[in-house]
């Protein structure tokens, strides 16, 4: 019998297409680990097959042997996502690693996706992990864009402008390409700040914001291209 490496998870979701009257639906299902209930446990075999159990329901099995071509696979932070296409259709899937704490998940992540490569490749966007006494909500991190067009600009004091801004000029700003300090006007927060904590923690627990957050970027690049 073939051995397999594991890992426990925090959480697991696999996006479900629901075909109805007005077209496709899709919408994620969510198996959490909960406290005395059974682990969900991660594991890939030498035999070459990725596993997803929750006690002795098996939740997911993929083959990964030969499925660099239909099988996509991503990590960040302690969440790796694998995207499967076959003839146009697909499904995926995402798992959050347990630890206790972050840095233990982040690190639990890594390894899985380490040993995920000895079958197919794995994109990974890099998380600086804090020394073993630091807390990680204490590591400052930096974010650099670039843009192969205005590389010198992006580094430059933001522009201070006045009254209304195109679309486009407000696109560009939220991408970072041309920096703008914004009037009182774009400043202007619907909410209390105290309320914008709790919307956003609510939006990265649901497994479908990073592909909203993906998808509002896209259409903001579109908007640049009008």
């Known amino acids: 019998m073939a051995s397999c490496v594991k890992w426990r998870l925090k959480r697991y979701g696999r996006l479900i297409q629901d075909p109805g009257e007005t077209g496709k639906r899709e919408s994620w299902k969510i198996f959490e680990a909960k406290k005395g209930g059974p682990e969900i446990i991660f594991m890939i075999s030498d035999s070459g097959y990725l596993m997803v159990l929750q006690g002795q329901e098996c939740l997911e099995t993929l083959p990964l042997i030969g499925a660099g071509n239909v099988l996509k696979a991503h990590q960040k932070s302690d969440n790796l996502m694998l995207r499967k296409t076959v003839k146009g259709s697909g499904c995926m899937i995402r798992m959050q690693f347990d630890g206790s704490n972050k840095s233990q998940a982040i690190k639990e992540c890594l390894s899985a996706a380490e040993r995920l490569r000895e079958f197919l490749p794995v994109n990974t966007l890099e998380d600086a992990l ?42 560009e700003n939220l991408l970072g390409i041309t920096p703008l300090t914004l009037p009182g ?36 690049r579109k908007i640049l291209e009008e």
């Open 130 to 171: 804090p020394p073993n006494n630091q807390p990680l909500a204490d590591v400052p991190v930096t974010v650099t864009q670039q843009c192969p067009q205005q590389g010198e600009a992006a580094r430059a004091e933001p522009e201070v402008v006045q009254g209304s801004l195109s679309i486009k000029r407000l696109a």
């Open 185 to 220: 006007l774009y400043r202007h927060a619907p909410s209390q700040p105290r309320d914008l904590d709790a919307f956003v923690r609510v939006c990265l627990l649901d497994p479908s914001f990073p592909a909203f957050v993906e998808q509002v970027e896209g259409e903001l």
